[in-house]
């Protein structure tokens, strides 16, 4: 089999890749180790910035997200027993994000690449990139114990953090960066109405914790935890009751509760591996980068890096230029630096760490204090969560 990209992976990276390309008549082939079912299992963040909306639109896949998405104009930061709304359209010129949980637009973009008849490949073993420094790159894997070869122009590893696009490229050649939190977050998602029309962030001296949705009815909540626990330690009894203690006194009188039907525990960090093009390998989304979710940078980012290569593939194909993938990278990684930078500096806000002492806490309130009195600080907040330009 021949196609021009070979897109492994079917996240929202790939996917949205794919669409972009049907679009541009750039046809790719999408592979991905896992079944459909399976990756619609998996429950992410939700807060879609301005870019990505657009790039959903310019998908073709936006049509639900516009219906069924809740734009949201501002969100809480809850600390010292008060909450303090950060006004994002009043802040940064009228722009906001759109809740839209990242399971459904996932399924948005599933859906319309068999509306559109593109090839996927799902349950495909031993995936493997090959020659993507020489001239003729391939991708091989095993279907119902066939091996298979697809010859292609370029491969895009849209793999995820654990994929086998990045791990491909000899050791000399890539450089990591990372930072491992000394925590995890719990989450919940249970059909209850969310205890307030936006999200809140809250800095609490037990733990950080945040309060999310997924519609009007649907909630999805978080506790900062310590890396040991277990899901099953927690009840739904105990992690409401724990929500509670940690909100507002206004908020957790108006906690609605209900069973859950979801609970985990992730890990946090910060991870990015430079750089994001080797030969014809192109690195894309969690294949190079991770974030911890404060301030749901994860998926954004994603979007991004598939807008610079998209660019630059459309470049490519249509103008026989390379230069839009020859900057691909640099471009990439300056924009994910400020959203690694960004999510850093929000998530050592509003955490406890373990050697939180009575300094650091006096900073992280000096630091939410400035934010309440200074449109400057509010305003480099609200600029960086709605998304910096691309
Ligand atoms: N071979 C083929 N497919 C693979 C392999 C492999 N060896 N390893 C992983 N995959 C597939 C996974 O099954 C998954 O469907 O690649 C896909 C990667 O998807 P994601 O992990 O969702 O990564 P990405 O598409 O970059 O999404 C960006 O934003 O908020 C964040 O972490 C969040 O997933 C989110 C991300
Ligand atoms: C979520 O809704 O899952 C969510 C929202 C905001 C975040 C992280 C996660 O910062």
């Given at each position: 089999?021949?196609?021009?990209?070979?897109?492994?992976?079917?996240?929202?990276?790939?996917?949205?890749?794919?669409?972009?390309?049907?679009?541009?008549?750039?046809?790719?082939?999408?592979?991905?180790?896992?079944?459909?079912?399976?990756i619609?299992?998996?429950?992410?963040?939700?807060?879609l910035?301005?870019?990505?909306?657009?790039?959903?639109d310019?998908?073709?896949?936006?049509?639900?997200?516009?219906?069924?998405g809740?734009?949201?104009?501002?969100?809480?930061?809850?600390?010292?027993?008060?909450?303090?709304?950060?006004?994002?359209?009043?802040?940064t010129?009228?722009?906001?994000?759109?809740?839209?949980?990242?399971?459904?637009?996932?399924?948005?973009?599933?859906q319309?690449?068999?509306?559109?008849?593109?090839k996927?490949?799902?349950?495909?073993?031993?995936?493997?990139p090959?020659?993507f420094?020489?001239?003729?790159?391939?991708?091989?894997y095993?279907?119902?114990?066939?091996?298979?070869?697809?010859?292609?122009?370029?491969?895009?590893?849209?793999?995820?953090?654990?994929g086998?696009?990045?791990?491909?490229?000899?050791?000399?050649?890539?450089?990591?960066?990372?930072k491992?939190?000394?925590?995890?977050?719990?989450?919940?998602?249970?059909?209850?109405?969310?205890?307030?029309?936006?999200?809140?962030?809250?800095?609490?001296p037990?733990?950080?914790?945040l309060?999310?949705?997924?519609?009007?009815?649907?909630s999805?909540?978080?506790?900062?935890?310590?890396?040991?626990?277990?899901?099953?330690?927690?009840?739904?009894?105990?992690?409401?009751?724990?929500?509670?203690?940690?909100?507002?006194?206004?908020?957790?009188?108006?906690?609605?509760?209900?069973?859950?039907?979801?609970?985990?525990?992730?890990?946090?960090?910060?991870?990015v591996?430079?750089?994001?093009?080797?030969?014809?390998?192109?690195?894309?989304?969690?294949?190079?980068?991770?974030?911890?979710?404060?301030?749901?940078?994860?998926?954004?980012?994603?979007?991004?890096?598939?807008?610079y290569?998209y660019?630059?593939?459309?470049?490519?194909?249509?103008?026989?230029?390379s230069?839009?993938?020859?900057?691909?990278?640099?471009?990439?990684?300056?924009?994910?630096?400020?959203?690694?930078?960004?999510?850093?500096?929000?998530?050592?806000?509003l955490?406890?760490?373990?050697?939180t002492?009575?300094?650091?806490?006096?900073?992280?309130?000096?630091?939410?204090?400035?934010?309440?009195?200074?449109?400057?600080?509010?305003?480099?907040?609200?600029e960086?969560?709605?998304?910096?330009?691309?």
């Amino acid at each position: 089999m021949r196609t021009q990209v070979v897109i492994i992976g079917s996240g929202p990276s790939g996917l949205l890749l794919g669409q972009l390309l049907a679009k541009a008549g750039i046809e790719a082939v999408i592979l991905d180790r896992a079944g459909k079912d399976y990756i619609l299992g998996r429950v992410r963040a939700g807060v879609l910035e301005n870019g990505t909306v657009g790039l959903m639109d310019e998908a073709g896949a936006g049509a639900r997200m516009h219906v069924e998405g809740l734009p949201h104009g501002g969100f809480s930061l809850a600390f010292d027993g008060r909450d303090h709304r950060i006004d994002l359209a009043d802040l940064t010129g009228g722009k906001g994000v759109m809740v839209y949980g990242q399971t459904e637009l996932t399924r948005d973009l599933m859906q319309q690449r068999e509306v559109i008849g593109a090839k996927t490949i799902y349950d495909a073993a031993n995936v493997r990139p090959h020659d993507f420094d020489g001239r003729s790159p391939y991708v091989t894997y095993e279907a119902e114990g066939v091996s298979h070869h697809i010859d292609c122009d370029f491969i895009a590893g849209c793999d995820g953090f654990h994929g086998v696009s990045r791990k491909a490229v000899p050791e000399k050649s890539i450089t990591i960066f990372e930072k491992v939190y000394p925590f995890g977050w719990l989450g919940l998602l249970a059909d209850v109405p969310p205890v307030n029309h936006e999200l809140i962030y809250a800095n609490h001296p037990g733990g950080f914790a945040l309060c999310s949705m997924r519609s009007e009815s649907r909630s999805r909540y978080y506790l900062q935890c310590a890396l040991d626990e277990r899901g099953e330690d927690w009840s739904d009894d105990r992690f409401w009751d724990e929500l509670r203690r940690r909100l507002p006194a206004h908020h957790a009188e108006a906690l609605v509760t209900g069973p859950s039907f979801e609970k985990s525990i992730a890990p946090l960090r910060s991870f990015v591996a430079e750089p994001m093009r080797f030969g014809k390998l192109f690195l894309v989304g969690d294949a190079a980068h991770i974030v911890p979710p404060t301030g749901a940078k994860g998926l954004n980012l994603a979007a991004s890096d598939v807008h610079y290569l998209y660019a630059g593939l459309r470049e490519y194909y249509q103008e026989r230029s390379s230069a839009g993938i020859d900057a691909y990278s640099a471009r990439a990684l300056s924009r994910v630096w400020k959203a690694v930078r960004f999510s850093w500096w929000m998530t050592t806000m509003l955490h406890r760490f373990p050697d939180t002492g009575a300094f650091d806490q006096k900073i992280q309130e000096a630091e939410l204090d400035y934010l309440t009195h200074s449109r400057a600080a509010a305003t480099v907040l609200a600029e960086n969560y709605v998304g910096l330009a691309y």
